[in-house]
């Protein structure tokens, strides 16, 4: 837990439990979580341990779950789909393992993909603010020049830096990221890990990164472990 009431805290989570549809063994199980404006959480455990349902329900795209979920003060159950489609498109950026670039766009039409609902609804002043943000995020994430490369153009790296750019066009308050370091090799991993220390450091940006990675988790300023569908122990580093 962080030192934030609830009301001031990015996201809390109570009492979390979801069943896996075949019956089995719960995904989780009275999972409780406080996430303060600011931090950097990691949520580390082995492969099936709950953590990627974990983040999918913080996020509000799985809303089949027991317990109760607070996103900046607001809950979760409360809203409706568009009411929650807003929040996640203009509050929330998302960053998975394996990237979800589309192949028939370039990497800055990539990095835009999130004004496509947006189109209609904006003047041409604030579409062309997106494009020049888009380019500038490419630009910082070191793929200056590389903006009209397609997908299958890039490495995997540049993959990733791409859905981080993506993830931060709107400039949300809370990152989440599940596994975004799982395709990568040790040192492109590293490259990703210290973006996302640098994105932390420079913006204040809330993260929340669920992984199996030590050296993404060590970025972190808090580590949470998970176990069998259960929070086993958290550390402040």
């Known amino acids: 837990m962080t030192g934030e009431s609830p009301s001031e805290a990015c996201v809390v989570a109570s009492g979390l439990r979801k069943s896996f549809a075949n019956g089995g063994r719960a995904a989780l199980e009275g999972v409780s979580l406080t996430v303060g404006r600011g931090e950097f959480v990691a949520v580390v455990g082995p492969s099936g341990c709950g953590k990627s349902t974990l983040l999918a329900i913080l996020g509000g795209l799985d809303r ?7 996103l900046f003060g607001r809950e979760l159950r409360a809203m409706s789909e568009v009411e929650l489609a807003a929040l996640r498109g203009s509050r929330i950026g998302f960053v998975f393992q394996a990237f979800h670039l589309l192949g028939h766009l370039s990497a800055q039409d990539n990095v835009l993909a ?10 041409a002043a604030l579409r062309a603010l997106r494009v020049r943000r888009a380019g500038e995020l490419l630009d910082q994430l070191g793929l200056g020049g590389r903006g009209g490369s397609y997908p299958a153009e890039l490495s995997g790296g540049e993959r990733q830096r791409v859905a981080i750019a993506r993830a931060m066009l709107m400039e949300p308050e809370l990152l989440l990221c599940d596994e975004p370091t799982g395709n990568l090799d040790v040192a492109t991993g590293e490259q990703i890990v210290g ?3 640098e994105l932390h450091q420079t913006t204040k940006l809330t993260i929340v990164a669920v992984t199996h990675e030590e050296s993404l988790a060590s970025a972190a300023g808090r580590i949470v472990r998970m176990r ?10």
Do not use: M
């Open 114 to 123: 999130p004004t496509l609902f947006e189109r209609g609804h904006v003047d």
């Open 195 to 197: 973006i996302f220390r």
């Open 64 to 70: 089949s779950f027991e317990g109760e979920v607070a």
């Open 228 to 237: 069998a569908g259960k929070l086993e122990s958290e550390i402040a580093l």
